[in-house]
């Protein structure tokens, strides 16, 4: 039973792209009637287009490029509580410094302490 079930299926839909094959022909054959009406409404936009070209382009305007200021920065080393404010500073080539008062913070107030790197601007002399 499932094999003639299968079949009439494949025979109308068969016969359904059929029934499509014919609508597009008619549908191709209607194009090419209108195809040549639409060539006829063509040729004025390429008289307009012809007359566009004659007048002279527009001249770009010259735009300034933006001065971009060189800012400098110096790296350090910044010892923060938990509330993300910074305690301490020190140079960048003092890490161990302050690793240790960062453990030293921690012991003493038993709230966390870290370090983190920290990017201050210089100013030009």
Request: no cysteine; hydrophobic share 35%.
């Amino acid at each position: 039973m499932a094999r003639k079930v299968t079949t009439k299926k494949k025979q109308a839909s068969t016969a359904g792209t059929k029934k499509k094959k014919a609508a597009t022909a008619k549908a191709s054959t209607s194009k090419k009637a209108t195809s040549k009406k639409t060539v006829k409404k063509k040729a004025p936009a390429k008289k307009k287009a012809e007359k566009k070209e004659e007048k002279a382009p527009k001249k770009k305007r010259a735009t300034r490029k933006k001065v971009v200021a060189e800012v400098r920065l110096k790296a350090f080393w910044g010892v923060f509580n938990q509330s993300l404010k910074r305690v301490a500073l020190y140079e960048y080539n003092q890490k161990r410094q302050a690793d240790k008062r960062a453990v030293e913070l921690t012991e003493k107030s038993k709230a966390p302490h870290f370090v983190q790197l920290v990017k201050e601007v210089i100013e030009a002399e």
